[in-house]
């Protein structure tokens, strides 16, 4: 992935937020747990560090933690490095479904954290690992017909966190992204080191908007997936915000939901002068992507397959979590090469 302001890259924030991590780690290693996990006597015995209790409202669900959790789940890799970049890697106790290459400075410890299964575990999986909070990134990590409802986490004495992409109800911006940032250092008593990676995000989305704030808005189309139908990102996903922030508009911005279906007739309609190929296990190789869209005599005549102009996302870098300032660098760089020369 290109990036445009590398020395910025989550290297330099671990750099940057190593005083923080020094100052809390104390205060993290006297007090762990949370309000409904495992741990009993340690629980009982344990100094409450300072800042607790932390009463966290998340997609309708109020929970109060006594002190950090110190035995967490992650369900779908966004999460998973999150919590990674915060410092957070002895809380972990098991991740689930990658879907993308795990950022190099991130490898050594995203493999050293337990896999529990290759897509979304078993409720009796994530039981096994004792947790004490189950941390989602998509809707489906609390899939109530799979048996892993947040209330049965609940009933089981379990906290757990959704993915605030996935509350509903209302676009989601990159607001949202430092929010849950910012959320999840309060549940674990980082607070300067999320503040730290707040402030690094906002200065890279900064600089990469600034630099085509004067530009036309390029029509995207969103391709993730889908043969007899595509498969796209909609109005109330972050994808539609990181476009806007790189000088470009989600040609399906009007869809209400994170993601929908839509026909090739809407998108020959629309007119998109650039295609974003959502990058991930599970969905076809990007050159399998771009040979379907080229392939298609349907499409022949849409701007952005005509003059194959495409940009490439690894989907990982389009929700909320902390990647979210490669995409608008790279889109940004896609949609606008002039302004980077």
């Known amino acids: 992935m290109s990036q445009l302001f590398p020395p910025a890259r989550t290297r330099g924030l671990l750099r940057a937020t190593a005083a923080a991590v ?11 747990g949370s309000s409904g996990g495992s741990g009993g006597d340690a629980k009982a015995t ?19 933690y006594d002190r950090p959790p110190s035995r967490v789940v992650t369900i779908h890799q966004h999460p998973a490095e999150l919590m990674l970049s915060l410092g957070l890697r002895d809380r972990m106790v098991g991740t689930a479904f990658p879907d993308s290459a795990v950022l ?13 299964a290759k897509r979304e575990p078993s409720f009796e999986t994530v039981l096994d690992a004792e947790p004490d909070l189950v941390y989602g990134g998509y809707g489906s990590a609390f899939d109530e017909k799979a048996g892993r409802s947040r209330e049965a986490f609940a009933d089981a004495g379990i906290d757990t966190y959704l993915n605030r992409e996935y509350c509903g109800g209302k ?14 250092g309060r549940i674990f008593g980082v607070n300067d080191r999320a503040d730290a990676l707040v402030a690094d995000l906002k200065d890279r989305v900064g600089r990469a908007a600034g630099k085509v704030g004067g530009e036309r808005d390029v029509p995207v189309f969103v391709y993730d997936s889908g043969d007899k139908s595509a498969f796209t990102a909609g109005g109330g996903s972050l994808g539609t915000e990181l476009i806007r ?3 470009g508009e989600n040609v399906f911005g009007d869809l209400d939901d994170v993601f929908g279906d839509v026909s090739w007739e809407q998108v020959v309609e629309r007119r998109p002068e650039v295609i974003a190929i959502y990058d991930y296990a599970g969905a076809g190789s990007v050159e399998e992507k ?3 869209l080229l392939s298609r005599p349907a499409l022949a005549d849409v701007p952005a397959v005509k003059n194959k102009r495409f940009v490439v996302l690894p989907l990982t870098d389009t929700l909320v979590g902390i990647r979210s300032a490669d995409a608008v660098e790279d889109l ?9 020369r």
């Open 46 to 64: 344990a100094a409450v560090p300072a800042g607790f209790p932390v009463t966290v409202d998340n997609c309708g669900v109020r929970t109060t």
């Open 332 to 340: 940004a760089r896609g949609l606008h090469p002039e302004s980077f």
């Open 171 to 184: 676009r989601v911006t990159m607001r949202d992204t430092y929010d849950e940032i910012r959320a999840v």
């Open 290 to 292: 771009k040979r379907f």
């Open 22 to 32: 020094a100052l809390t780690s104390v205060l993290l290693t006297a007090g762990c």
């Open 104 to 116: 190099p400075e991130l490898r050594k410890d995203f493999a050293s954290v337990p896999e529990l």
């Open 245 to 247: 922030l790189a000088g």
